[in-house]
C-alpha cells in the first residue's frame, strides 16, 4: 500500500482557519519572511477564530512551503 503524503497538524489547520473569509492563498504568495505580518493581520481580523497556537502552527506550515 502506497502511504499518502503526510498531513501535518499546521496544514490541516491552515485549510480549517484559512479559507473562513476567502479562498484559501497558496503559502508560495509570500516569502518565509513577509507570512508573520501577513498571518498576524488576519488573526486580529477575528481572533476567536484563529488563536495564538493555531496562529503559530498555521505560520510553521506557510514557511516552510513559502516561496523561496
Ligand atoms: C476573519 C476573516 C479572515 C480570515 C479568518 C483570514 N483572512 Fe486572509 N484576508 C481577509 C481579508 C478581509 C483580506 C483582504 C484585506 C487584507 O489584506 O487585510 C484578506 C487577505 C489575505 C491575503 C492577501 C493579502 C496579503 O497580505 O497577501 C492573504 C495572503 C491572506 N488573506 C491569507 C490568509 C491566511 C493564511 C489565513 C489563515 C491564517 C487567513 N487569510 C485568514 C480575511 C480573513
Known sequence: ?????????GEMLYK???SKCHELRPPLRHTANEWPTTVDR???KDPLWIS???????LA???ANARK
Open 1 to 9: 500500500m502506497i502511504n499518502p503524503p503526510p498531513t501535518t497538524e
Open 16 to 18: 480549517e482557519k484559512c
Open 42 to 44: 488576519m488573526q486580529s
Open 52 to 58: 495564538d497556537t493555531e496562529k503559530e502552527k498555521i
Open 61 to 63: 506550515y506557510l514557511q
